[in-house]
């Protein structure tokens, strides 16, 4: 990883941890939503309309400087789970999720939408475990989610995230590197 690259992405995580609190808000079908493809607003209007993980990634990427591409995906919601599984996948830059291996910091997670009830997932890798860096599952991930109780951007475990869905097969199916959503 280039050094400009390393130096994008410690901003980029700098940044995301001044999102930690902002509320977590349903995607809901038919319904009008801004997944903030455009412009980054005020914090204040962050936290006053709130974000869903594709939203907070959203928000993430443009704070790296990059735009949210156009949609030119059929039956897809421009900056939405499914529109960046399209997106990445036509791009050829998803990878499969693999526990064994360890990624970059800023590394993006990745479950497809499938339908309204699973909607996937989006999030991104934010610090090694001090201990042993090479466990990714022990890794902090930040993401928008909705956990129990719990409603907010927030710093959750990469293996408690993965397994808190599906036991038997884990629930993130791609990872993104920063080296290739960095080229959007």
């Avoid at 700098?14 to 808000?25: E, F, K, M």
């Avoid at 455009?38 to 907070?56: K, L, M």
């Avoid at 999720?97 to 590394?107: A, C, E, H, N, V």
């Avoid at 129990?148 to 993130?172: A, C, M, P, W």
Wanted: hydrophobic letters at 35%; aromatic letters at 16%; charged letters at 20%.
């Amino acid at each position: 990883m280039t050094d400009k690259i390393a130096d994008t992405i410690v901003k980029t995580i700098d940044y995301a941890y001044t999102l930690i609190g902002t509320p977590y808000v349903l995607w809901k079908y038919n319904e009008e939503y801004d997944f903030y493809c455009d412009i980054i607003p005020s914090t204040q209007e962050i936290n006053d309309n709130g974000v869903n993980c594709a939203s907070f990634v959203n928000l993430l990427i443009q704070y790296a400087g990059r735009k949210i591409p156009e949609n030119t995906f059929e039956n897809s919601l421009r900056g939405g789970t499914d529109f960046w599984f399209k997106y990445f996948n036509s791009k050829d830059m998803l990878t499969k999720f693999d526990y064994t291996i360890k990624y970059p910091l800023g590394t993006l997670f990745l479950r497809n939408y499938r339908n309204i009830v699973d909607q996937g997932h989006i999030a991104m890798l934010l610090e090694y475990y001090e201990k042993d860096s090479s466990k990714i599952l022990y890794s902090k991930i930040i993401h928008a989610y909705c956990y129990k109780d719990i409603r907010q951007v927030g710093i959750t475990t990469l293996g408690h995230s993965h397994f808190s869905i599906s036991e038997n097969t884990g629930y993130y199916e791609y990872a993104i590197l920063p080296i290739k959503w960095l080229k959007i």
